[in-house]
C-alpha cells in the first residue's frame, strides 16, 4: 500500500513562496508519476503539475513560470516550489501518485493513490 504524506503549508504574502513536500512511504518514488492537484473553498479539485517517470513535466496554465515540480528518488519524496504566489493560489494543495504516462497525469483519473492534504493561504 502506497502512503502519501504532505507538509510545507501554511499562510504567506503574495509574492511570497512555499515549498511543499510529498513523502511517499510503501513503494519506491521512481516507480510511480507524481502529480499535484488543488482544491479552493467552493471549487473542484484542479490540476496543478506532473512529473513522469522519465521525468517529462506538465504544468497547469496558470502556474507556469511560478511552479517548479520535482523529485528525490533518494529522499522518496516529491516536492512543489511555489512562487511569486497569488491570493487566487489560495487552497488545499494535494499529492498523488499514478502508473500511467503522458498527458493523462493532468487528469485525477490518472492517479490512484492521494495525500490528505496541506493548506496554503495566500494574503493580499
Known amino acids: 500500500q502506497v502512503q502519501l504524506v504532505e507538509s510545507g503549508g501554511g499562510l504567506v504574502q503574495a509574492g511570497g513562496s512555499l515549498r511543499l513536500s510529498c513523502a511517499v512511504s510503501?513503494?519506491?518514488?521512481?516507480?510511480?508519476?507524481m502529480g499535484w492537484f488543488r482544491q479552493a473553498p467552493g471549487k473542484e479539485r484542479e490540476f496543478v503539475a506532473a512529473?513522469?517517470?522519465?521525468?517529462?513535466?506538465y504544468y497547469e496554465e496558470s502556474v507556469k513560470g511560478r511552479f517548479t515540480i520535482s523529485g528525490d528518488n533518494a529522499k522518496n519524496t516529491a516536492y512543489l516550489q511555489l512562487n511569486s504566489l497569488k491570493p487566487e493560489d489560495t487552497a488545499v494543495y494535494y499529492c498523488?501518485?499514478?502508473?500511467?504516462?503522458?498527458?493523462?497525469?493532468?487528469?485525477?483519473?490518472?492517479?490512484?493513490?492521494w495525500g490528505q492534504g496541506t493548506q496554503v493561504t495566500v494574503s493580499s
Open positions: 498523488a501518485a499514478s502508473s500511467s504516462s503522458g498527458v493523462i497525469l493532468m487528469r485525477r483519473l490518472a492517479y490512484v493513490y
Open positions: 512529473i513522469s517517470r522519465s521525468g517529462a513535466l
Open positions: 510503501g513503494r519506491t518514488l521512481s516507480g510511480y508519476a
